[in-house]
């Protein structure tokens, strides 16, 4: 560390600090002067040095989310954190510090080059997101495990890599293990691999390879069979009726009903228990394909308003710079007649012309947009009763659905019922030939808790039929709504931003013709 760090206080990064190392930094000329009175804009910073400053805590730069650039080396940093925000950080210096653990980097997928050199780390780990990475500095630092290589194998794009002055590269195998493991890495310790230590690395441990890229290729199926079961999963929730593609719901009801389990024990409740289920499955299903092709319906609603939408702004900005450049033409002829005129007085009547074309363009631009505005406000209204009345009609198909599981439900209930009942009887009168469980002769010490133990079992059932109707409606109710409501936002920020760009272009032109003085043009 920096002996002059050891002099300084620790400082946390604070608005202050940030300031006054970007207005260094900054361009000195009348822009960087001018940047420094109007305010300086974080968003803006695309490079920030803060080297030396006996940093401890890293802060408060969230405000730099367009940083390319980030030099933090030569400080007494003890944790990486405060990054979550730097996602288009392309290079990041933090040598020199005191990190123990590599962490907090998560959401830098954009990073290319990292630097990590002479801190505290003995494990090489948490990089996972940096899928971009191509340099990494790890020298100066305690890793003292090979293992850490195989690691970085994950890296594809990784063509340089430092590790010198750690434990490990003392050992004597270390740059052919290195070589054989990363076989893809050109630079290893500022030092360029040679093609002879590449084939003596793969000669060595081609074996301890070809078993490694085995195990890798299993955990890839494995990793692609998981993510193709995730992104279906997404698909289905997209549709509002995730999980149920199988028997998830009916499990769920029996998942916390210990009444219920324990009365499946009951003499002619198995057969009567996985006929229901059967049933209630075929239902399940039922809504699950529905709810996908009411999807695939809605998607197709949005997919064709969206485009109506496009083309119907597309034609009318067509139309617009048509009329602008039908203007430009002519006021440039004008402003040259203007400029060829002697004599004042037509001088005065042509500008005055020039004044009333601007005008005239004024008005045929918001004439365009008031038309447009006119246009988009019956599709979006159009889209708005169709996408409610799809919806609708899918809550009201799924409710049906979903009561067919409750008639169900109270079916089996009714069932277990005369069966709990004709049991008590019989142990009651001794007649009883099936031995029970313990847990569930229990239950029939008499009749008031036997329909009790029923009940508590059936009301568990229809409560998780009633909750995920209840879920589904909610979030696709949600959906539209918020849907409905992002539509209607978006049209007025639409609006208003073209009206403010057309108030911009005419207040321009017409500045440019006020402007104009009449001694340039005389001369």
Request: negative net charge; charged residues 30%.
């Given at each position: ?37 109007e305010g300086i804009v974080f968003k803006d910073v695309l490079s920030l040095q803060l080297d030396f400053r006996n940093i401890l805590r890293m802060d408060n730069l969230w405000q730099f989310e367009n940083l390319r650039k980030l030099q933090l080396d030569n400080n007494i940093i ?275 012309e020039c004044s009333a074309d601007i005008s005239e363009l004024f008005n045929e631009l918001m004439m365009l947009e008031m038309q447009l505005v006119e246009q988009l406000e019956e599709t979006i209204n159009m889209f708005e009763r169709n996408i409610v009345d799809m919806v609708g ?131």
């Amino acid at each position: 560390m920096n002996w002059l760090c050891d002099l300084m206080e620790p400082r946390v990064m604070d608005d202050d600090m940030l300031k006054l190392a970007v207005g260094e930094q900054g361009p000195q000329e009348e822009a960087g002067q001018l940047a420094k009175q109007e305010g300086i804009v974080f968003k803006d910073v695309l490079s920030l040095q803060l080297d030396f400053r006996n940093i401890l805590r890293m802060d408060n730069l969230w405000q730099f989310e367009n940083l390319r650039k980030l030099q933090l080396d030569n400080n007494i940093i003890e944790k990486i954190e405060g990054l979550e925000n730097l996602t288009h950080l392309v290079w990041l210096d933090l040598s020199f510090n005191n990190i123990e653990t590599i962490e907090g980097l998560d959401t830098l997928v954009n990073l290319e080059d990292l630097s990590l050199f002479n801190n505290r780390i003995s494990k090489i780990d948490s990089l996972d997101a940096l899928v971009k990475l191509q340099v990494l500095s790890l020298g100066n630092n305690q890793i003292d495990n090979m293992m850490n290589i195989i690691y970085l194998r994950r890296f594809k794009c990784l063509r340089t890599l430092s590790l010198s002055g750690n434990p490990i590269s003392e050992a004597e195998d270390y740059k052919v293990f290195i070589c054989a493991y990363l076989p893809d890495l050109v630079y290893l310790d500022f030092r360029r691999i040679d093609d002879h230590t590449k084939e003596l690395a793969e000669a060595k441990h081609q074996y301890s390879i070809d078993e490694l890229k085995h195990q890798e290729n299993l955990m890839q199926v494995q990793l692609e069979d998981e993510q193709a079961r995730q992104e279906e999963l997404e698909k289905h929730k997209t549709a509002f009726v995730e999980h149920l593609n199988g028997s998830f719901l009916f499990d769920s009801m029996y998942a916390e009903d210990s009444e219920g389990n324990k009365l499946s024990y009951l003499p002619g409740v198995s057969e009567l228990l996985e006929a229901y289920k059967d049933k209630f499955v075929i239902i399940c299903v039922n809504i699950f394909e529905y709810g996908l092709k009411q999807q695939e319906k809605r998607k197709t609603e949005l997919d064709t308003f969206s485009e109506c939408v496009h083309e119907a702004i597309q034609e009318n900005q067509e139309q617009g710079k048509h009329k602008i450049a039908q203007f430009e033409e002519k006021h440039l002829s004008s402003l040259s007649a203007i400029r060829e005129e002697l004599e004042l007085p037509n001088i005065e009547k042509k500008i005055l012309e020039c004044s009333a074309d601007i005008s005239e363009l004024f008005n045929e631009l918001m004439m365009l947009e008031m038309q447009l505005v006119e246009q988009l406000e019956e599709t979006i209204n159009m889209f708005e009763r169709n996408i409610v009345d799809m919806v609708g009609l899918f809550i009201k198909n799924v409710r049906s659905l979903m009561a067919q599981c409750r008639d169900l439900e109270n079916h089996h209930h009714e069932k277990l019922l005369e069966i709990s009942i004709s049991t008590l009887e019989k142990i009651v009168k001794g007649d009883l030939d099936e031995d029970l469980p313990d847990d569930l002769r229990a239950l029939f010490v008499d009749k008031d808790t036997i329909v009790n133990a029923v009940g508590a079992s059936h009301d568990i059932h229809l409560l998780k039929i009633d909750n995920r109707e209840g879920e589904l409606v909610t979030r696709i109710d949600s959906w539209c709504t918020h849907l409905v409501d992002k539509i209607h936002k978006d049209e007025i920020v639409r609006n208003r931003k073209r009206v403010k760009e057309i108030n911009q272009y005419i207040d321009h032109m017409q500045s440019e013709l006020d402007n104009l003085e009449y001694g340039d043009i005389l001369d």
